[in-house]
Every structure is written in structure tokens, then in C-alpha cells.
């Protein structure tokens, strides 16, 4: 269902009156944790003033320590709805299990599976017999077949507003937190009609590097970025090591669009 072969024009995944996919890029953009409503709204409104269309803040953290920040949860959801309703922006937030699928379905536009859930098919059913639109992002080891048949457990259950995300895969190198595939991205392109995003945070996971990584994937081709901003990285709860402040974001925003307008 998801191939080029089956549907050979681009899929528009829509998300509020944002059209995702075909023509144009959009960015989301915002910090890996929701943490307060002071970091949440100021970030939303900075992002949004450098031309980020959507909001993204984790609620529930899936975090490779259990002692680590586990994010605000319920809480964290009612603060991303704030944020939303201050600025209008898109919101998106991780869905980490079918038990607070509903919750989360409830508080967001786009429910975002995360790299570590890739292959939780259980939970990709659920996210398929719901209509909202999903962002699913490449499991740590996985190959760009099993993100395909990922998506597809998906669509195959109606809902066909997936947006693809590469995330950086697991390699031997070890200066980078993992290594961004931006081969994935043509190839993406060429195999399916979903939209494709990259996240460079995660991707490279070196804050310097984050911007390098943002103007690759539009070059590449992808459909639009999601990225780590944080007002203060240094005192983030999760991540500040590949967040960009305020400032670096809007840098990158302006580099971003101008190679975008070039293609
Ligand atoms: C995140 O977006 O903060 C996240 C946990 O991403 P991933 O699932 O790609 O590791
Ligand atoms: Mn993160």
C-alpha cells in the first residue's frame, strides 16, 4: 500500500491546514522533554517566529535508563495543548504505548512512534485503526524495508496519513551518537508516496552539527526536518547536548529555506 508502484503521485498527509508532503518543506521544532510552561511557550513561540509550522515536545519519554528524566506525562500533554492554543502550532509528541494512546491521540495533531516502537506492531495497529496522522520514525537497527513494512502494518489498517522519519541508524562509528542516513532519503523518495523527514538531532547528535545535517536533508530531498530546540541547552532534562537554542535555530531556519527555494 505504501509503495510508488501501487500510488505513483506524492501522498499530502494533512495536519490541520498544513499539507505535508508533494510541494514545500515544514518544520517541526521544539524540545526533546516538555518541561515547564515557561520552556514549552517560549519555545513555541521562538520556533514559530523562525518559520516552524509545528511544535514537538516529548510527554512520555521512552528513555534507555529507568533512573533518567521519564518526561511530565499527563502533565506534559496539557502543557503542549497550551503552547498549541498560544501560538497555533501543530503539535506532535510520542505515543510510547497503546495504553496512553488514547490520551495522547487526544492532546496532539500528530502522534509521533518513536524509533524504539518501530516494530511494536501491537502499537502500530492501534495507531492504524485511529485517524490522526502519524509521524514513524526508523528503529535504531532497522533497514529501510522494515520501516516500509512498518508503515504499512499502518495503512493496512486505514489510516493512510503516515509521514516517514530517518533518525540516524546504529553504526560502527562512534564520534556521533548514531549516523544519519541520508541515502535513506532518496531512496525513501523513490520507493513510497508517504512524505519523508529527517531528524538531525538524533540523527548526528552533536548540537555544532545539527545544521549541516538540516541543510543535507532538504538538499537531499526530504519533505521537511524535525529538530531538538531548547531554550537553555546546557540545563535541558533530556538531550541538551544536540539541541540548538533559540538563536542557532533561526540561523539554520534561513539556511534551510534558501536551499529549499533553490530546489
Ligand atoms: C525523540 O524524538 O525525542 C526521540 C526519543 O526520538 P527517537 O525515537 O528517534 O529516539
Ligand atoms: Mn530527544
Do not use: W
Not at 24 to 39: M, N, R
Not at 187 to 208: A, E, N, Q, W, Y
Not at 250 to 255: D, R, S, Y
Amino acid at each position: 500500500l505504501v509503495s510508488r508502484e501501487v500510488k505513483p503521485d506524492d501522498s499530502i498527509v494533512r495536519v490541520g491546514n498544513l499539507n505535508i508532503g508533494g510541494a514545500g518543506i515544514h518544520v517541526i521544532a521544539g524540545p526533546c522533554s516538555v518541561e515547564s510552561h515557561e520552556q514549552i511557550v517560549s519555545t513555541a513561540h521562538a520556533v514559530k517566529k523562525a518559520g516552524a509550522t509545528m511544535l514537538r515536545g516529548g510527554a512520555f519519554k521512552p528513555r534507555t535508563s529507568p533512573y533518567e528524566f521519564q518526561g511530565l506525562k499527563g502533565d506534559g500533554l496539557a502543557l503542549l495543548a497550551e503552547a498549541r492554543k498560544e501560538t497555533g502550532l501543530m503539535v506532535t509528541t510520542e505515543v510510547k504505548d497503546t495504553a496512553t494512546l488514547a490520551a495522547v491521540a487526544e492532546h496532539t495533531d500528530i502522534l509521533q512512534v518513536g524509533a524504539r516502537n518501530m516494530q511494536n506492531f501491537s502499537l502500530l495497529e492501534a495507531v492504524g485503526e485511529t485517524r490522526k496522522p502519524v509521524l514513524l520514525k526508523r528503529g535504531i537497527s532497522a533497514t529501510i524495508k522494515e520501516l516500509l513494512m512498518a508503515a504499512e502494518y499502518i495503512v493496512a489498517r486505514g489510516n493512510t496519513q503516515v509521514i516517514l522519519c530517518e533518525r540516524g541508524i546504529r553504526t560502527f562509528e562512534n564520534m556521533t551518537r548514531n549516523t544519519l542516513d541520508l541515502n535513506a532519503i532518496p531512496m525513501l523518495k523513490s520507493l513510497t508516496h508517504l512524505p519523508v523527514f529527517v531528524d538531525p538531532s538524533h540523527g548526528i547528535g552533536v548540537r555544532k552539527a545539527v545544521p549541516a545535517m538540516m541543510r543535507a536533508a532538504i538538499a537531499a530531498g526530504a519533505d521537511g526536518i524535525i529538530v531538538e530546540v531548547h531554550p537553555d541547552p546546557p540545563r535541558a532534562k533530556s538531550d541538551g547536548f544536540q539541541s540548538l537554542d533559540f538563536a542557532e535555530f533561526e540561523k539554520a531556519m534561513g539556511e534551510v529555506s534558501a536551499i529549499a527555494h533553490a530546489m
